[in-house]
């Protein structure tokens, strides 16, 4: 057989699961990929003793990888913006193919990296950047290139699906939060993790690959779940409903919905089931209907497995001379649709709303009057006056659906009423209709 040379840069978790599997299963993947795929050169900054490179040349300068003239493809595993991008721009200037699992670079740089392969002629493959070893992206560019793409929905984020699932059992969030830590699920700065920027890397790139927009990070919506309770997530529970924390893109006729937040689910959907650091992605399209993509999103041989997927993808485009089999986002760039991303104010939603109200006559019709004014009827009210504390009890709202930027001037003016202390708790509810 003929072989096609690999150099890995990065040899973390990912590195590292990406050279165990290809290593173990060296023959299976050559089998599928019509040639050997073998690595030549390993760098990273720290070596790791618990993987045996044997003869494989190493450094500790990733750019010997892109400098090593044998090299086909260049493996991007460093993580990271500026160096990661550096390195792969280096790359694809010296002809050299990519593949890499860094979401956060595709997110931001991905229109600049994609217009310099194409004009190079090579390619850029990023499946392991979305929802580890779940092969959403292959799925949406390839396996319903037949469809239009209404939204796509999901769970993307293994952490903050942790953290709220447990929090179902009554654990305040600090506390799962310093769990999730301990276990390595979350980072010692878990800021990307729990606001929702992490899906928002992932969800721009969902959002281009189904919709054939070019990457917009910028625009992206972006709310954490840090202020959710053990309450909320048991009142969502008594309305029949479940809190995850989503990234969802939709279409509209004047522009696509980019946004991650907490949302209510109805607990018998089926990623309402989807518990701890699992991932999930719903994908509506016009001819096959609703979709689920449900697995491990991180880790080191599952989002190893996608790595390799498009290792092979690149390797069959190297042995055969096809070329670049599909387009980077699923879309010729000339197809390129420059639609927008919609102002949060503009999306629609269903409201679970929270309010702390003082337990006097006529409050909850001066509730129900601001809502009203403002075009938002409910579809539940709750309120026990078992938790009567302190003269204040919660009252709990579900809305039918409405614009956000409705909610938001009923929320401003509920929280001038004299009866109501503190802050609106307000959670969208997503039904996937």
């Not at 399209?285 to 997927?309: F, K």
Request: glycine share 10%; charged share 25%; hydrophobic share 45%.
């Amino acid at each position: 057989m003929k072989e096609v040379r690999v150099g890995i840069c990065g040899l973390g978790t990912v590195g590292g699961g990406t050279f165990n599997v290809l290593t173990r299963n060296a023959s299976l993947i050559a089998g599928r990929a019509g040639c050997n795929i073998r690595i030549t050169r390993v760098a990273t900054r720290t070596p790791r003793k618990d993987i045996d490179l044997g003869d494989i040349p190493f450094s500790t300068d990733v750019f010997d990888v892109v400098n090593d003239p044998d090299i086909d493809i260049v493996v991007e595993l460093i993580g990271g913006y500026e160096t990661a991008k550096e390195l792969v721009l280096a790359a694809i200037k010296k002809g050299k193919h990519v593949v890499t699992a860094n979401k956060a670079l595709i997110a931001v740089h991905g229109n600049e990296i994609f217009e310099a392969a194409e004009e190079k002629g090579v390619i850029v493959a990023f499946e392991a950047g979305v929802a580890g070893g779940i092969p959403v992206i292959k799925a949406i560019r390839e396996g319903m290139a037949a469809n239009r793409i209404d939204w796509i929905a999901g769970i993307i984020n293994g952490t903050g699906n942790y953290i709220l699932t447990e929090m179902r059992a009554g654990r305040e969030f600090a506390e799962v939060l310093k769990e999730a830590q301990d276990l390595g699920y979350a980072e010692a700065d878990p800021t990307f993790d729990v606001e929702g920027i992490d899906a928002a890397h992932k969800l721009t790139i969902l959002a281009s690959t189904g919709f054939g927009v070019p990457l917009q990070f910028e625009r992206a919506y972006t709310e954490g779940i840090s202020e959710i309770t053990p309450y909320d997530i048991a009142h969502a529970e008594l309305l029949g409903y479940r809190i995850k924390h989503l990234g969802i893109a939709r279409r509209r006729d004047n522009g696509i919905e980019l946004r991650v937040h907490p949302t209510l689910v109805p607990r018998s959907h089926l990623i309402a089931q989807v518990d701890g650091v699992l991932n999930a992605i719903l994908v509506d399209g016009d001819a096959v209907g609703q979709t689920l993509y449900y697995g491990p999103g991180a880790g080191a041989e599952a989002t190893g497995s996608a790595v390799i997927a498009d290792i092979v993808d690149v390797a069959r485009s190297v042995m055969y001379q096809s070329g670049q089999r599909v387009p980077y986002l699923g879309f010729d760039p000339s197809a390129m649709d420059l639609l927008e991303v919609l102002p949060m104010e503009d999306i629609q939603s269903a409201y679970y709303l929270r309010i702390q109200a003082l337990d006097r006559p006529g409050v909850l019709a001066n509730v129900a009057s601001i809502l009203s004014e403002h075009g938002i009827n409910i579809e539940s009210i709750m309120q026990k006056e078992s938790e009567l504390k302190d003269g204040r009890i919660p009252v709990i709202i579900l809305t039918h659906t409405v614009q956000e930027r409705q909610i938001n001037r009923a929320i401003e003016d509920l929280e001038a009423l004299p009866d109501i202390e503190g802050r609106v708790v307000r959670i969208r509810a997503e039904n996937f209709n």
